[in-house]
């Protein structure tokens, strides 16, 4: 009997001989096209996405106002470097974000072509704004592959034999309530790293040294650990005590993932400096860092910026995706499939003793699989199964974590009910079949 190979294997073959294996599989699919929340792959199966891009196609894929702003500002001018002519596309969208994020009377934005050169500026800046060098990370955090990003990013997993890594950066723990809240409620467990933090200060790093704390809200590699209100808002007073910027990294929570244009919006905290990239472009490779004004301005000339930064038809996508997710209001999405995805994984943890816990902030949801009901005790093999079951079974999802054990939904917030309960059932029936 002769046997065919499928498409999708002789792509997976190709990218095998062609490609670097370190180039991660975070699932075994492939993709042809992708409309709305549907990836066709090579041998045109529908699959259902809940992984949308790693959280980049919020407004859905491929939204026709967004495809036809591209084709539109391809067809006049694609390139010329907005260090050598000025074009009104940037500063369109620079005024747009400052506007609907404000970070202080006078806000400025930096555009960049993805989040870790995001997060590269946002600590040039800070470095350059407070003459001070330390800067305070946390554990579990991702900011991206470049070296001051990696060196900020906690999994050990995707920084192997990278280094040495960029001197100055100090780790600190992240409040993760479900590993280490010891049944405390969360403003206690707040206080008690709010106090570590202040006991930091004379153990390994002074606070006069410190130009920046880089958080993320809400983690979304490290796997989707939601920071406590009362640690955020503390967070920041400590920082307007020692004259330390606050830098927030919005790159996988922001553009209604959490119901919210910023993840940060739910805490009535304001960063100095945040980041940003994702589903800000509906894919098209583009990212901003914005500031308060006096601290953007406070770098030299030329130390920030680059050829492509805020190419003019990445500016068109972003502008048109923003306009969209507004027409269309992409938060209240956000907001109401963050609770139907928090009822439904609520209900699975009730029936399968193998997820631990269920946490997030509106449509940033997760659950982590763990073995005997402990925390410690991560199933990182469960969650590989799982992916694949759902893989085989049209449904297209990601793990999270730095044990990987964490499965998170970050499906276009544009998704049909009937395809995200679809996704949803697919996921059940993988951990009715796997857990027996
Ligand atoms: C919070 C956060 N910051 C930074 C990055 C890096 O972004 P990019 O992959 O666009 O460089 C990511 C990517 O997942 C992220 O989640």
């Known amino acids: 009997m002769i046997t065919t190979m499928k498409h999708s294997e002789e792509i997976l073959e190709r990218r095998k001989r062609f490609v670097p294996n370190a180039i991660g599989i975070f699932n075994p699919s492939t993709a042809v096209s992708a409309k709305g929340s549907i990836i066709t792959d090579a041998d045109g199966k529908e699959m259902i996405d809940f992984a949308g891009g790693i959280g980049v196609v919020n407004a859905g894929h491929c939204p026709v106002p967004v495809v036809e702003a591209i084709a539109k500002q391809a067809a006049t001018m694609i390139h010329c470097s907005f260090n050598v002519a000025s074009y009104d596309l940037y500063m369109q969208l620079a005024e747009k974000l400052a506007t609907l994020l404000p970070h202080g009377p006078q806000t400025k934005v930096m555009l960049t072509n993805a989040g870790a050169e995001s997060v590269e500026n946002a600590i040039k800046i800070a470095r350059q704004a407070t003459g001070r060098q330390a800067i305070i990370c946390y554990s579990s955090a991702f900011h991206g592959r470049t070296m001051m990003a990696m060196t900020l990013t906690s999994k050990v997993g995707y920084k192997l034999g990278c280094g040495p890594f960029a001197p100055e950066v100090y780790r600190i723990?992240?409040?993760?309530?479900?590993?280490?809240?010891?049944?405390?409620?969360?403003?206690?467990?707040?206080?008690?790293?709010?106090?570590?933090?202040?006991?930091?200060?004379?153990?390994?790093?002074?606070?006069?040294?410190?130009?920046?704390?880089?958080?993320?809200p809400v983690q979304g590699e490290g796997g989707f650990h939601v920071v406590p209100k009362k640690y955020l808002q503390g967070?920041?007073?400590?920082?307007?005590?020692?004259?330390?910027?606050?830098?927030?990294?919005?790159?996988?929570?922001?553009?209604?993932?959490?119901?919210?244009?910023?993840?940060?919006?739910?805490?009535?905290?304001?960063?100095?400096?945040?980041?940003?990239?994702?589903?800000?472009g509906s894919g098209m490779p583009i990212g901003a860092v914005i500031g308060k004004a006096h601290i953007m301005d406070a770098c030299k000339p030329s130390t920030i910026g680059g050829t492509y930064p805020g190419n003019p038809v990445c500016c068109a996508a972003a502008l048109a995706t923003i306009n969209y997710m507004e027409q269309i209001n992409l938060n209240a999405l956000g907001e109401k499939l963050g609770m139907m995805v928090r009822e439904r994984f609520n209900r699975m943890k009730n029936k399968f003793s193998a997820i631990g816990d269920v946490r997030g902030l509106g449509a940033m949801m997760a659950f982590e699989l763990v073995k005997n009901k402990d925390p410690f005790q991560p199933d990182a093999e469960l969650c590989k199964k799982l992916i694949s079951y759902c893989a085989a079974n049209g449904l297209i999802v990601i793990n999270a974590g730095v044990n990987g054990n964490v499965i998170r939904i970050l499906s276009p917030l544009v998704i049909e009910e009937n395809l995200l309960n679809k996704g949803l059932d697919i996921i059940e029936e993988g951990l009715n079949m796997l857990t027996k």
């Open 173 to 216: 723990p992240f409040p993760e309530y479900y590993r280490y809240g010891n049944g405390l409620n969360l403003d206690e467990f707040s206080d008690i790293h709010l106090r570590e933090l202040e006991e930091f200060f004379h153990t390994h790093v002074p606070a006069e040294q410190v130009a920046a704390i880089i958080m993320e």
């Open 235 to 280: 967070l920041r007073a400590i920082c307007d005590r020692y004259g330390i910027l606050l830098i927030l990294d919005e790159v996988q929570s922001g553009f209604g993932r959490t119901g919210k244009w910023a993840a940060y919006q739910h805490y009535d905290v304001t960063p100095d400096i945040s980041t940003w990239a994702k589903s800000m």
